[in-house]
């Protein structure tokens, strides 16, 4: 049982990628504190415009923050939100009228220029605007009408982690501001507050991880499943094993995925399962079994279901007892502990992914 | 110069996907021909309701021309377009509020039920509702308000690619319609119908996209890049060669790319990228040349200008003469005659994909 956390792999070495790792319980419990009074003035700015759209500019793993936004804030408040193509701004130099939406912009830098641009254009035509960001005096801060800071502390590994669970956390608190009904919005705050102990436990899958990884560690391809606001999770773990294991994950809604490449199913290619219990659950189990049972498909299935577990070849556990609507928030932080381990059982330095750099400022 | 198109590969048995993708020329100038009674009623219920904001569901192929229309409906009518996430609709049970947005279900079957169900979810709130189908019988086309019919003909192939240029055609023919500026219209009228003679000259790209694929077909993985308006082509283009040819290709808009997997580049995974002439030529060329000079990566280059194709180690043209934005709908070919030569290299069939159906009924 010695593992990424307390065991020696991690311990052997100074690595701001595991430490940050271990941050979120309480880099999400801060901003639990601090709830009312970073969303509150965003919710009442939202009631008063009469918003029923919202449009997010975001990159990298911020974009799959703005994911977990377009089903959330669609599941629970009704609101129709839009990804944003900042290249519209930034290169054909065109600002298309906002409306009556608000205009969000995520990034843990703040330093983004097309994400700036995006949010810059919506002010000037009024519309209202939101930053949410790890660097409160960063350009993006200082242009929008809001701003909401993550107070995560300095990231300094490469590939985000602490940023996106805190971003998730955001994002579900504006959720929670946004319900109408003060019962609703009670419920919702119970929810959110047994998050932190939840992360806690999510750091105890990291010897499933590791075993996890150390049997994948020859692959070069894989395929990442999620659905619905875990569709989230799938994204995000895909990326972290791009960046810093270098290995081709391509990342697929569970819907998308039957619509062409189950082709690419083949011996030696493991499929990664974001199945949790709930809404997604029936549909994730069906389709994991069909896979296996029709394609040879050998899987990796990341839930707190036994019984979806036990459709895996290999599985990864997510803590129990976590309401839905906030469960991505916890699952992506034993896919973060897997790519971490899968990073170190290829023999890469998680610290130094090839050809990445911490800002990137594309426009 | 013996080829797909009119050599001995393509001929010496029956395909219906070369005999389809062939077709195109003929479907879009069916379409141009019906344009006005296709679009004017749309049009004018757009302008009619006060539109400014778009929502969009599709699947495969169709969400590829959904991307499209993101970009050119932003670019050239500054309308939000957002993607639905169909399941907030189907899983959840959840439909937003559609408020002042036009909602458009894209589905050459017309028969999945994802994209029917947020469509339903729309007019039921008395937002205009649009279905673009190849079936005009279908249960989207009953459902949506107003009906674009693509006039295809029987898709029999189970890869889409002639509903996929007349998605495009109709994605366009209505931008045109909403642009309010009669000298605009016309000259966007203009550029439309040479699309016909240009999807002819695409056909002849067969040579070259054949000598390209035959020298990457031990490949297993591949990266396509694309920018803006042709983010949409990488897209399709990497589900081509991911369904027909089984390898995995993962598609970036350039922008992307930058933030993450630049790591994943490494000798034996070629790159495609789709870099025209226009807005996104100088950044795509500086990309291209940074990812060969500093990382070493293979490319092939599908472009009109032989500058940009000189920076790559392949190259497959793309017709000259086609105005920026109606471009998408011409560079696709070539690609598609990409996909089925490396189809055909890799010893696999175009006409049995495995593991695919011809319509997919997810919900």
Known sequence: ???????????????????????????????????PELVDPVAERVRRAGIEHVVIAARGTSDHAAIYAQY????????????????????????????RSLVVGISQSGASPDVIAVVAAARAQGAPTLAITNT???????????VIDLGAGVERAIAATKTYTAELAVVALLSTALLADPKARRAAEGDLARVPDALERALGAAPAAEAVAAEMAEANRAIVLG????????????????????????????????HGPV?????????????????????????????????????????????????GRWAIPIPDGVAEWVRPIVSIVPAQLHALALTLARGLDPERPRGLRKVTRTV
Not at 5 to 34: F, K, T, Y
């Open 1 to 35: 049982m010695e593992s990424l956390v307390g065991g020696p792999i991690g311990d052997n070495r100074a690595m701001h990628l595991r430490d940050e790792i271990r941050e979120q319980p309480a880099v999400v419990a801060r901003l639990l504190a601090r709830g």
């Open 72 to 99: 959330l804030w669609g599941v629970r408040n009704r609101l129709t939100v839009a990804l944003a193509a900042p290249s519209i701004v930034t290169l054909y130099g065109v600002a298309p009228r906002f409306g």
């Open 136 to 146: 409160p005096g960063s350009p993006l801060a200082e242009t929008a009408e809001h």
């Open 227 to 258: 659905r619905g606001l875990e569709y989230a999770t799938a994204r995000e773990w895909a990326l972290k094993i791009k960046e810093l294991a270098n290995l081709f994950a391509d990342p697929y809604s569970a819907a998308d995925f039957q």
């Open 263 to 311: 082709a690419l199913i083949e011996p030696g290619v493991p499929v990664l399962a974001v199945a949790p219990s709930g809404t997604i659950a029936a549909g994730m189990a069906e389709l994991l079994g069909r896979l296996r049972d029709e394609h040879g498909a050998e899987i990796a299935v990341l839930s707190d279901d036994p019984t979806i577990r036990a459709v």
